[in-house]
Each structure stands twice: as C-alpha cells, then as structure tokens.
C-alpha cells in the first residue's frame, strides 16, 4: 500500500518515521508485521491490507506522523529563536566594540583632553582631522 504525503518530508521527519518509536507505536497498536518505508513523497505501507488501514492502521500512522511533525517544527522553531537572540547578542557586541573603538583616541600626555570635554573631541570630526595633522600622520 502506498499513501502520498503532501509534501516531500524532511530529513529529520524521515529518520523518525523509520525509527523504533514508530515501529513500537504499530506494535503497541496491534500492528507488529507493518513495516513502513519511504520513497520520495509516498509512504510505503507494507504487511497490511485495505481493510487494517481503513479499522485502525489509518488512524495510527496519522496520528504518528503529525506528532513527528509537529516535533520537528518545534525543534526548528527553537532552533531559528537561539539563532536570532545569538544574532542579536552578536550584534550588540559588535555595536559595543565600535563605541569603545570611537573612544580611542591618540594624544600625547601634554595633549589630553580633560575627562568632561573627550566625549565632545571624539565627536568632532574637525578636531581629529587636526589632530592627526598634528600628530604627523598626513604625510603617511
């Protein structure tokens, strides 16, 4: 017996159909010589009849399979949460070494700008272009 799934299943959803928790489910159901397989978009349901499927077999391999799927769309779904919150952290981190890189500045000790007014200095785009005239660094 053949049954044609509605869209071609995932790798993950194919190792759980094909796994012992399935074949324990069948057995547990009364259904210990079916065997199930899978090629392509259709699932192969072998060591029935139209009649097991139509009792009881239909019910439990529906029941299977949308717990399956319904596993590995949460997985996924964890899956695509830890990795936007590791993009975000990641871009937090990385908007916190910019800040802390736009604070560096570069003056001799003679030249240093008090504490309340570097904030200022290091905004100033006119006064890093001074100072890195100079400090020399124009002819390089």
Known sequence: MEAVFTRRPE??????ILGSETRE????AGYSTVE????DRRLEIANTNLEELRDGLGGVLADRL????EGVRARQDAAAVRFRE????ELDRAASVAA???????RTSGTRVPEPDRRAATTDDRARIDDWTDEGGHGR
Do not use: C, N, P, Q
Not at 25 to 28: E, F, H, I, S, T
């Open 36 to 39: 199930v397989t899978i090629s």
């Open 100 to 106: 802390l890189a736009e604070s560096v500045t570069f």
């Open 86 to 89: 590791a993009a975000a952290g």
């Open 25 to 28: 489910r069948l057995a547990k």
């Open 66 to 69: 949308a717990e399956i799927s």
């Open 11 to 16: 790798r993950d959803e194919i190792t759980e």
